[in-house]
């Protein structure tokens, strides 16, 4: 079965970028998407198609996407920004997942 | 405006069954495929299955093969889940999701979730 890795945890300082990765065989590929999660909240979709930004989504956030891996960033961030992020990768009628990372923004 | 609102959850038996419905608005429920998200307690999201917007064909993640059935009426603009054999392990919040008119399965709108408890 396919296999999305990403960092348990990422720290950024308010204001500085933050890059979350998503690695996988090939992933370049494939599309990446990424999601939003906040505590107690559902997913927002936050970043389609490795690189493009869903209505309401701010242009802080980016994507990019190349060999084995994907690329969240997050330009400025914001403390609003704080949550968990998510990967996700679609192949042969299987949707992957990645396990997640925690941004803090400290 | 797009809405999802997710019923049905509770607290069954190892073994047992329980259907979950997912009510769609602000949008033809039939123009879409839908899918099944679950996220077990403070752990990542998990994919469960997906069925096309005619229901005609569904796919399914390798956990629950076998034991959960996705189906839909979109004459009531409905999504449901029916899991059977329920394990400890399928104890999760489920979300239901939709996916955009494309080819690739993704995920633009999540409902609230509705919380299930496998445990005797």
């Known amino acids: 079965s396919y296999e999305l890795t990403q960092p348990p945890s990422v720290s950024v300082s308010p204001g500085q970028t933050a890059s979350i990765t998503c690695s996988g065989e090939k992933l370049g590929d494939k599309y990446g998407y990424w999601y939003q999660q906040k505590p107690g909240q559902s997913p927002v979709l936050v970043i389609y198609?490795?690189?493009k930004r869903p209505s309401g989504i701010p242009e802080r956030f980016s994507g990019s996407n190349s060999g084995n891996t994907a690329t969240l960033t997050i330009s400025g961030t914001q403390a609003m920004d704080e949550a968990e992020y998510y990967c996700?990768?679609?192949?042969?009628?299987?949707?992957?997942f990645g396990g997640g990372t925690k941004l803090s923004v400290l | 405006e797009v809405q999802l609102l997710e019923s049905g959850g509770g607290l069954v038996q190892p073994g047992g069954s329980l259907r979950l419905s997912c009510a769609a608005s602000g949008f033809i429920l039939g123009s879409y495929a839908m899918s099944w998200v679950r996220q077990a307690p403070g752990k990542g999201l998990e994919w469960v299955s997906v069925?096309?917007?005619?229901?005609?064909?569904?796919y399914y993640g390798e956990s629950v093969k076998g034991r959960f059935t996705i189906s839909r009426d979109n004459s009531k603009n409905t999504l449901y889940l029916q899991m059977n054999s329920l394990r400890v392990e399928d104890t999760a919040v489920y979300y239901c999701?939709?996916?955009?008119?494309?080819?690739?399965?993704?995920?633009?709108?999540w409902g609230q979730g509705t919380l299930v408890t496998v445990s005797s």
């Open positions: 069925i096309s917007g005619s229901g005609g064909s569904a």
């Open positions: 999701a939709k996916i955009p008119p494309v080819t690739a399965w993704y995920f633009d709108y």
């Open positions: 996700q990768a679609w192949d042969s009628s299987t949707v992957t």
């Open positions: 198609e490795d690189n």
